[in-house]
């Protein structure tokens, strides 16, 4: 039997049709192989981006883990239960909606598949959608997530076009059979249409088996009412004011004047209250009610806490609606703390709170202002409570350099910034990093460290963006002579090869990587770095000091003092706030509120004392974990699933260190080399502003940011010219709004400064 022979172009298309397919087979088998080779291998190899392709250090500790958790079953069993009734409603409904549509006899089927389709094209949106469930009483039943979506047109469509190609005679003979429309319908139509079936279940179960949305707006959040006093007329504010006035009379008597209320001493409270609470968090962090630190807080207080857990973008629907939790543990940023605070009166105001309950926080405030200035809002109230870090931990624009690289060179440490570039030349052209750059940062570590610890040696300032220039007036530094030197600096670095060139493309795994491989000297990314990473077994890593320059002779760096505020609000709703601020008020002790309970400030980051860590040394300064020995993966893991709530208030204030090799030699670093020279920056993320001026700054910001780190990629690279094109780039950010970007930040700090 002969063979057709292939053609010269027959063979071509062959072979790139067969590379192409065999391309696109690896590109969908890589994310599937990496991802089950990640949950068979060790966490800490997986977390260092050590695991490309086939699994390392083989384990099935996640999956014993994750089954270990009833809730899993639970959560399949819901799963498999919803898929079925679900389906079986849809089919239920749909099939015998298309069979009738398919009859033209039918009187106003035309009007109907008209109103149909329009439901395809319109939509009610998420939130009348969400009032009508709640109003019809299906919220926080699971009748909802079965009859939610139990008829989709589309499909509906699909079954009247099937049942519209069935011979009609067949069911004209069925008629004369004696059977009825419904029993045709039944023992004739379905019989014949299992194909359609089978395609309808397959659409109905799948979708019915992806859905978690509807159970996140129905079920999850699970104490919603309708909210309508968010008006923003002059009636509703005034009525609002009044509220408040009343609501902190109310206070006074419902928890002031309860004899169950304790004010000094512990208990809190001498019979159990309870009360409910949202918070938001990390996948890393466990359950609160697993946590030791909330187990004994609710032991020493006797206030029981009822969670539930929510994304940060579901908090908009707590505010669409008004069954508030008694308190937030996290998520009110400065928008919606002006929204439902300022203008809504949705939370108390915690000034008389603080001055009566709070002496930790009182401590606080008086220690550091700043903490107060953050969450005192624009009317002068207080609604949230401050996080304050200062530890040895917690440095800012930091940079890492290998010690054995730059002692090899024979330069000493640089001191300066022409020292610097010395060293880091030097490094370079030894060829002790095999070939690459000796800076290498990853993109989101550039702009937060590399950027301002280089900036800080050309000048006055330390903030790269905003900040005063000693008289009280905002300044724009991306615009300054400070920055244009700055650019020219990293010009000459990207340059010679000394600057990664991919700084604005490495991600912080492949930084790592760099760094451990040898192929780095200085990085913020060497978190990792361990004894088997150096030649010798010896961790040869440490914290370089901030650089001069002939522009200053003052080192510097951004102050380690990090404050923030998104948590602690107690909503008007609740009858406890004077209960629940004494609870707070443990976040910022300094000592242990009762002795031998292991709880002050620092349990919310180490754990309870005694229980998950000591002091080593009798000054204090030093500890150690104490970890299980049952757990055999990364103690950091350890803490957030069980101890640790570093959430967003509390104290943080002390320069202890713990951990062993690169952990405890960087600490060291911070407090020798970076601490000492901290100076306090420009607090443009920390200020209050109106209206208007958010406006203006949502308005053309943005878009100024956008084109400054455009500018900024051309000059470093040297697409541009920094001397011929700086005086142009000036007077583009003029015309795009900065003048008056400036302006609305000078009056929200000249407000800080009151």
Request: glycine share 8%; hydrophobic share 40%.
């Amino acid at each position: 039997m002969s063979h057709i022979k292939d053609t010269s172009s027959d063979k071509i298309f062959g072979i790139v049709n067969s590379t192409i397919v065999t391309l696109l087979m690896l590109i969908v088998m890589y994310p599937l192989i990496y991802v089950v080779s990640c949950s068979i291998s060790s966490p800490d190899l997986v977390s260092r981006g050590q695991i490309i392709l086939f699994p390392r250090g083989l384990t099935i500790e996640g999956y014993r883990r994750i089954f270990m958790d009833e809730n899993i079953m639970i959560g399949y069993g819901n799963t498999i239960m919803y898929t079925v009734l679900g389906t079986l409603v849809n089919l239920f409904l749909t099939l015998p909606t298309g069979y009738a549509l398919s009859k033209k006899e039918l009187p106003g089927r035309n009007i109907f598949m008209v109103y149909f389709l329009i439901t395809m094209y319109f939509s009610g949106g998420m939130i009348p959608t969400f009032l009508l469930v709640k109003s019809l009483g299906l919220y926080n039943t699971r009748t909802i997530l079965i009859i939610s979506g139990a008829v989709s047109v589309y499909n509906v469509i699909i079954c009247r076009t099937f049942f519209a190609g069935i011979p009609k005679e067949l069911e004209e003979a069925s008629i004369i059979d004696g059977c009825s429309t419904y029993r045709t319908f039944i023992q004739v139509v379905l019989p014949i249409s299992k194909a359609l079936i089978s395609v309808m279940v397959l659409y109905y179960g799948v979708s019915h088996w992806n859905s978690y949305f509807n159970a996140l707006i129905y079920i999850i959040i699970c104490h919603f009412t309708v909210f309508m006093a968010g008006c923003k007329t002059g009636t509703s504010t005034n009525q609002a004011t009044q509220q408040t006035t009343q609501d902190k009379s109310e206070s006074k008597t419902s928890t002031e004047g309860k004899k169950n209320f304790n004010e000094t001493g512990y208990p809190i409270v001498n019979e159990k209250i309870i009360v409910k609470s949202v918070y938001s968090s990390y996948e890393v962090y466990g359950d609160p009610k697993e946590m030791s630190t909330w187990q004994a807080l609710e032991e020493i207080t006797n206030i029981h806490i009822e969670w539930d857990r929510i994304e940060d973008e579901q908090l908009e629907l707590y505010f669409a609606a008004g069954d508030l939790p008694d308190f937030f543990m996290a998520g009110l940023d400065n928008k919606k703390l002006f929204q439902y605070g300022v203008e809504g009166g949705l939370f108390y105001d915690l000034t008389e709170f603080i001055n009566k309950y709070m002496p930790n926080l009182s401590k606080a405030f008086e220690k550091y202002p700043t903490a107060k200035k953050i969450v005192t809002q624009i009317n002068g109230e207080i609604y949230t409570l401050p996080r304050i870090v200062k530890s040895s931990t917690a440095a800012a624009a930091r940079m890492h350099y290998r010690k054995d690289y730059v002692e090899k060179v024979g330069l000493g440490i640089p001191t300066t910034v022409d020292e610097f570039y010395n060293v880091a030349k030097a490094i370079k052209d030894s060829g002790l990093t095999g070939g690459y750059a000796p800076i290498v940062s990853a993109y989101n570590f550039f702009t937060l460290h590399t950027e301002p610890f280089l900036f800080a040696a050309f000048g006055d300032s330390v903030d790269v963006d905003f900040s005063d220039d000693g008289s009280g007036k905002v300044v724009y530094n991306r615009m300054s002579e400070q920055y244009k030197r700055y650019l020219k600096y990293m010009n000459k670095l990207y340059k010679e090869g000394i600057l990664d060139n991919e700084y604005l493309t490495i991600d912080s795994a492949t930084a790592e990587a760099r760094m451990k491989a040898g192929q780095g000297a200085f990085s913020v990314n060497g978190t990792t770095l361990n004894e088997s990473d150096f030649p010798d077994g010896i961790i040869h890593l440490d914290v370089l000091a901030p650089l001069t320059s002939e522009y200053t002779d003052k080192k510097k760096i951004i102050a380690y003092d990090y404050y923030s505020t998104k948590g602690g609000a107690i909503s008007k709703k609740s009858k406890y706030p004077a209960e629940l601020c004494r609870m707070f008020d443990i976040w910022f002790a300094t000592e242990e509120v009762v002795e031998g309970s292991g709880l002050y400030c620092e349990s919310f980051v180490y754990g309870i004392y005694g229980k998950e860590w000591v002091y080593t040394d009798e000054t204090k300064t030093t500890f150690e974990q104490i970890i299980p020995d049952w757990w055999d993966s990364s103690s950091n893991y350890y803490l957030y699933k069980y101890s640790r709530w570093e959430h967003d208030f509390g104290l943080f204030d002390n320069m202890m260190v713990g951990g062993q090799g690169n952990n405890l030699a960087r600490q060291l670093g911070y407090i020798k080399n970076n601490i000492p020279y901290a100076v306090e920056g420009f607090p443009a993320a920390l200020l209050k502003f109106t209206i208007d001026e958010q406006s203006v700054i949502t308005s053309k910001y943005q878009d100024i940011q956008s084109y400054v780190m455009e500018m900024r990629s051309k000059y470093i690279a040297g697409i541009e010219s920094i001397d011929d094109t700086w005086d142009t780039y000036c007077e583009t950010l003029r015309k795009m709004g900065i003048d008056d970007v400036i302006a609305a930040y000078q009056s929200a700090y000249e407000r800080w400064n009151k």
